[in-house]
């Protein structure tokens, strides 16, 4: 019972790092019909920016010496600007563009980005000792589960609460889910494009922001390639979940999580190293029985 229970927190800390990138991916493909493949260095940037540029494996802190609540706030600001930067530099004068010309131009700005990074920090990973305390184990009903784990769930549950709020209770909010819908229809009701696109990428910066925040106290390091694998499993639950539909992507990341640790457990030990194999084993039957996804339920618009 308590390796079972563990083994479900396990899953839940590991969907949400997941939920949280595919959240970021789906929110700008919603309205601007990008997969944006550079969600993973912007990561990569906001770990980053907690020490000071350095050669070495040893770091001084930067912005990590700052008290806790600035340090969030400091970091959250950075991933959505670099975000901004983005959209406002480059994929708002791509609009109109096809798909695969934005994606590949979402490939070559993560790539510019990363080395703009190795340039800035060299290209050995970089030790950062965050938050040491959420190490320490907390007993739940006579389990003993790391904090971190149970902060990366509380974490992402309120920002997925949040998001919903937003989005049903706000102007904004109703503007950008008339958008996901139908992105032209909503342009000509008045919606207006620029605004909803800046928030949906400020979003993504945010999200980019926190998922770099709860992956380091977990790695101990930042490295140039520290989003990749986030990155990858996310964008297969946006797929997996339906592109365009948020919460499809979110279910997807989470059961993503799931079947991942249920490999973990159940396949023999020699085989484990392999597991992510038989993830993406399981990803390619669900999209051959399903092309679709598993919660997209509608035909969508095309959008610009």
């Known amino acids: 019972m308590v390796g079972l229970v563990q083994s479900g927190i396990d899953a839940l800390s590991l969907g949400s790092l997941y939920a949280l990138t595919a959240l970021g991916i789906g929110l700008i493909f919603s309205v601007v019909r990008l997969v944006n ?3 993973g260095i912007y990561m990569a940037f906001c770990a980053y920016a907690i020490v000071l540029p350095t050669t070495g494996g040893l770091s001084r802190l930067f912005l990590g010496a700052l008290p806790t609540y600035a340090l969030v706030a400091t ?10 930067l983005s959209e406002v530099v480059l994929f708002r004068y791509m609009r109109g563009a096809q798909p695969a010309t934005m994606m590949v131009a979402s490939f070559a700005l993560g790539a510019g980005l990363q080395n703009l990074l190795m340039m800035i920090y060299g290209s050995r990973p970089v030790g950062i000792n965050l938050w040491p305390g959420l190490a320490r184990l907390v007993e739940v009903g006579g389990v003993n589960i790391p904090l971190l784990q149970i902060v990366t769930v509380v974490v992402t549950l309120a920002i997925l609460a949040a998001l919903s709020l937003f989005l049903r209770n706000t102007r904004f909010g109703a ?15 008045g919606v207006p494009a620029n605004r909803i696109i800046l928030v949906a990428f400020a979003m993504s910066g945010a999200l980019a922001a926190v998922t770099a925040l709860l992956t380091l106290p977990q790695t101990g ?5 520290m989003g990749e694998g986030t990155l990858l499993v996310a964008f297969v639950a946006t797929v997996v979940g339906g592109l365009g539909s948020l919460t499809g992507a979110v279910l997807s990341a989470y059961l993503i999580g799931v079947i991942s640790v249920l490999f973990q457990i159940g396949l023999p030990v020699e085989v484990r190293p392999f597991r992510n194999a038989f993830v993406y084993l399981f990803v390619i039957v669900v999209l051959l029985l399903r092309p679709q996804g598993l919660f997209n339920f509608g035909q969508k618009s095309e959008r610009i």
């Not at 970091?75 to 901004?84: E, K, M, Q, Y």
């Not at 503007?175 to 009701?189: D, K």
């Open 37 to 39: 493949f550079a969600q």
């Open 175 to 189: 503007a950008m889910r008339a958008s996901a819908e139908n992105f032209r229809m909503a342009q000509m009701l």
């Open 75 to 84: 970091v959250l600001l950075f991933g959505i600007l670099l975000a901004l």
């Open 221 to 225: 390091m930042a490295s140039l390639t």
